[in-house]
Every structure is written in structure tokens, then in C-alpha cells.
């Protein structure tokens, strides 16, 4: 198991601070760089303050609450929501049909799993 600070500087979370300024680059070339660049931002800062509550949890600090990160991974899930909006349409129907292709379906049963995930999946 991970250390709780590592949480989001490795795996799928770690290439996500690099892969979001990739399609914010895109945006740009599209003349959507402003808007785009700027929901980067916010999506990196809720990741960061989400790391620090990680680790301010793994201290016990006993201000930090499951609420709170909500709030963070919402953020920044409303963050990365808004950029795919700055990528064309037909550019990014082609991106999620290659996604598609190498997303791999997972053994459990979406009834047996927490609500809350069942509703981060509904958002995939």
C-alpha cells in the first residue's frame, strides 16, 4: 500500500498532471487556451489541496474530513469536465473510441460497490 502523499503522484493520477496540460496545448490550438489553461489550474490546485489532506489525514488532524475531499475530487472533476469542452466534438469522439478499445472491464459487480463509487463511475 501506498504512503498517503503518494497517492496522486503515482499511477493513472501521476500522468494526469502531465497528460491535462497535453490536451490544454490542444485547446490552444483551437483558440481555447484562455479557458482551457485556467480549468488546468483549478483542476491541479484541487489535486494538490486533495494531496495535503491525504497527508494531513494520515497525521490524524482531526479538521480533515471525507467531506472535504469530496469537494476537492469534484472540483476537479468539474475542472477536467470543462476542458474536454474546449476540444472539439468530432476530436473528442475519436479520443473516447480509442479509450474504448483499451478500457478494461473490472471483475466486481457494480451493485456491490460503495454508492459514491458507483456515481464517480457514472461520471466515466
Known amino acids: 500500500m501506498l504512503p498517503t502523499d503518494l497517492y496522486l503522484r503515482s499511477g493513472p493520477a501521476a500522468s494526469l498532471r502531465v497528460n491535462i496540460r497535453a490536451v490544454a496545448q490542444y485547446a490552444s490550438e483551437y483558440g481555447k487556451g484562455k479557458a482551457a489553461t485556467d480549468d488546468v489550474d483549478q483542476c491541479l490546485r484541487a ?3 486533495l494531496d495535503s489532506l491525504f497527508l494531513r489525514a494520515s497525521r490524524n488532524d482531526q479538521q ?6 469530496k469537494a476537492k475530487i469534484f472540483t476537479a472533476l ?13 476530436v473528442l469522439d475519436k479520443g473516447k ?26 461520471l466515466l
Open 47 to 49: 489535486l494538490e489541496d
Open 64 to 69: 480533515v474530513s471525507v467531506e472535504l475531499m
Open 78 to 90: 468539474g475542472a477536467l469536465d470543462s476542458l474536454l469542452q474546449t476540444i472539439p466534438s468530432s
Open 97 to 122: 473510441a480509442i479509450a474504448d478499445a483499451y478500457r478494461v472491464k473490472e471483475d466486481r459487480e457494480p451493485e456491490k460497490l460503495d454508492p459514491e463509487m458507483q456515481k464517480l463511475e457514472s
